[in-house]
């Protein structure tokens, strides 16, 4: 395994660089500004879209989507990057989930019409999307459960359910939701994984309902454009609308979760590393009892425990990049699982750790820290929780 950056990492990283200290990082005050004059609105403010422009210019656009020529292993230096500035960075390379996923959805296994009506879109940017899985009601960490009706009624499916943690619900530019449910009942005969399917909602379709926002530890994330409770009563798409094959989804599923799981560590370990810049400059900065925090023992162990964790995940991060592009997203599923349990759970503790070395100001808004906190304590539940993966990976390792 050679993980040494090649030749076109190198200059993205390079690119992706400056794009954040020319323009990125001094972005994060006017975003705080424009949100503030008119908090009601979901869509994306003037300046996100004045950073897309940028960001194509200097060809940092779409770099998630193998598609598009890069490698998982090329991709992850420059998500790093991005995580460093998580409110704007990633939605300002067309790189933030949920449209991730569903581009990649849609590029797998959408039809040639699927794709011209919503994926052209989704990658020149004009339009974003939803992606509706959890549901209120059941242990959504488990697919099977999904109880969301996905009827066929002659030319057409009617779809009946609700839906919560629907990332990406709240912009009123999110023209269109992937939506996971049941064509088949739990009392069929259809084996249970394969009971699932995924379709296309149309945002302006009748009896599609959002009910409410919903936010993490009071903080909307509408840079993934929030997320939201959502109903679907008697909602009646063609038959056209149907993604891949009835029964398909739970396969779909396993297949966007993957790549989004690495994306979700790439960019967390750019979070890791713009704590630690913090961090570092508090303990030199900050005085208690008559000298520098940089100078207590306890702060210095913070730092190297710090450091230690996020060189070890940055490599089993790089390693199952490699293996995704070597041997593909299923025989790497050991390592992502790996990954999905190691990377948000370090991380928290690396912010957990500059929380407290800036006291009560590292409670506050005034660093990026708490919000940071609150998207990787999210992390520990968001595509799986750690104990659904742990479980998983202990049965791999016991067939070993």
């Known amino acids: 395994m050679d993980f040494a950056p090649d030749a076109i990492t190198v200059d993205l990283v390079a690119r992706m660089n400056a794009f954040l200290t020319e323009c990125v990082y001094p972005a994060e005050a006017v975003l705080d500004a424009q949100v503030a004059e008119t908090p009601d609105d979901w869509s994306l403010r003037p300046i996100v879209r004045e950073l897309q422009l940028e960001a194509r210019s200097r060809g940092l656009w779409n770099l998630f989507l193998p598609s598009e020529g890069l490698t998982n292993l090329q991709y992850a230096a420059v998500a790093e990057l991005t995580g460093r500035s998580p409110k704007l960075a990633p939605v300002a390379l ?28 989704l990658l020149e940017g004009r339009i974003r999307s939803s992606f509706c899985m959890t549901e209120p009601e059941v242990a959504s960490s488990d697919a099977t459960n999904i109880a969301t009706s996905i009827r066929r009624d002659g030319n057409d499916y009617v779809i009946n359910g609700r839906k919560w943690w629907s990332t990406g619900a709240m912009n009123p530019q999110a023209e269109i939701f992937i939506v996971m449910g049941r064509t088949a ?8 994984h394969r009971q699932q399917s995924m379709i296309l909602v149309p945002r302006d379709t009748p009896g599609v309902t959002i009910v409410r926002p919903l936010t993490v530890f009071g903080y909307d994330d509408r840079d993934h454009g929030g997320h939201a409770e959502v109903l679907f009563d008697g909602v009646r798409v063609p038959v056209t609308n149907l993604i891949s094959r009835e029964g398909d989804g739970f396969a779909i599923a396993q297949a966007r979760l993957g790549p989004g799981r690495i994306h979700h560590c790439m960019r967390l370990l750019g979070m890791a590393e713009r704590t630690m810049d913090l961090m570092r400059e508090r303990a030199k900065s ?24 996020i060189e070890s995940l940055r490599l089993l991060v790089l390693k199952t990049a490699w293996l995704m592009d070597t041997v593909g997203n299923a025989a790497a599923m050991t390592e992502i699982q790996a990954i999905k349990i190691a990377v948000p759970r370090a991380v928290q503790q690396i912010l957990d750790r500059a929380i407290q070395l800036h006291g009560g100001g590292g409670l506050t808004a005034d660093d990026p820290i708490a919000e940071m906190f609150a998207g990787a304590r999210a992390l520990r539940l968001a595509d799986g929780p750690d ?14």
């Open 286 to 309: 900050r005085v208690a009892f008559g000298r520098p925090l940089a100078d207590q023992g306890v702060v210095r162990e913070w730092l190297a425990e710090s450091r230690i964790s």
């Open 94 to 121: 067309n790189c933030a989930a949920p449209d991730t996923g569903n581009m990649e959805v849609l590029a797998e296994f959408g039809t040639a019409a699927q794709r011209e009506r919503w994926l052209a879109p």
């Open 185 to 192: 009942t739990p009392e069929s005969d259809v084996p249970r």
């Open 387 to 400: 104990e659904v993966h742990l479980s998983s990976l202990g049965k791999a390792e016991l067939r070993r």
